[in-house]
Structures are given as structure tokens and as C-alpha cells.
């Protein structure tokens, strides 16, 4: 099941309130209740991106777009490329 990008940053925004700052990816790691790493692979796979994405929904109100789901089939390319 994928988690929304709404419940991520609402998450980010609890830990905010609690903490009475920004979090921090460790805090994410002791208190989230998801994986830093489900943060990665939404927002980029550092933490700078994460925080960008979470302060930029708290100034405008508006969600970045969902990620498209990865189809594994595409990594499988053209059978002749294929080592055997």
C-alpha cells in the first residue's frame, strides 16, 4: 500500500509541532510513523529535498504532484541485449 504524499507531510507537520522545529531524517527515524526512506523515494533521496518539499507545502498549501508508479517491466528492455 503507498502511503500519499498528504499523509507524509502531515506527518512531517505532527513531528514539527511536537519538536517546535523542522525535523530532522533521525527524528523521522525514532518518531515517524513511516520509513525515512518512503520519504527518499517521494522526495528525493536527501534529506534537503524532503524538507524543500515540506516547506514549500507549508507556504503554498498545494501537494506536489503523486509520484507515477515504477514499472519494473521497463528495466527488462530488448531480449537480444540480454546476456545469457
Known sequence: ??????????????????LGRTPTANDVIRDSDHSV????????????????????WKESGELP?????FDWRSLHGNESTHIR
Open 1 to 18: 500500500m503507498q502511503v500519499s504524499t498528504e499523509t507524509l507531510l502531515t506527518d512531517l507537520s505532527r513531528l514539527e509541532e511536537s
Open 37 to 56: 526512506n518512503t520519504y527518499y523515494k517521494r522526495f528525493g533521496h536527501q534529506w534537503s529535498a524532503v524538507v524543500r518539499s515540506y516547506e514549500d
Open 65 to 69: 504532484p503523486e509520484p507515477e508508479p
